[in-house]
């Protein structure tokens, strides 16, 4: 049986925002953006191979995660790139950090904390 992964579904607190970044930076677009049931709102953002819910419920939700401490949390979403040095660039020029510069099999990669704290690897395997 054939498998792939859809996507994740993350809390942020501004989809829309988030939304923006994710497609200025990985050159996604919006796929769904709408209400939700709990009178939320939720932005899918990605391409036609998968996509990052951002979900902001119509409730109050407890404080952040730790991440890497937290069983079931989310450490980072990764996404593959073909010119490294040209989306650091670009993170740069959106008003991240990169850090844990890294070059080590498979590939070589950077992290960046995105909006909403939410970190990001930025790895290409050539």
């Not at 970044?21 to 677009?29: E, G, K, M, Y």
């Not at 709990?38 to 119509?58: E, Q």
């Not at 844990?100 to 904390?113: K, M, Q, V």
């Amino acid at each position: 049986m054939a498998t792939r992964l859809e996507h994740v579904n993350i809390c942020v607190k501004d989809p829309e925002a988030t939304a923006r970044v994710l497609a200025r930076l990985f050159d996604w677009r919006i796929r769904w953006q709408g209400a939700t049931p709990d009178k939320g709102t939720s932005v899918h953002v990605g391409n036609d191979a998968g996509y990052v819910a951002l979900y902001c419920p119509g409730h109050e939700i407890r404080g952040e995660a730790q991440k890497y401490r937290t069983w079931g949390g989310l450490n980072h979403i990764a996404v593959v790139v073909s010119n490294l040095a040209a989306m650091e660039a670009a993170v740069r020029a959106e008003g991240f950090a990169v850090h844990s510069h890294a070059d080590y099999e498979p590939g070589r990669r950077f992290y960046f904390d995105g909006p909403d704290g939410v970190e990001y690897e930025v790895v290409a395997y050539n």
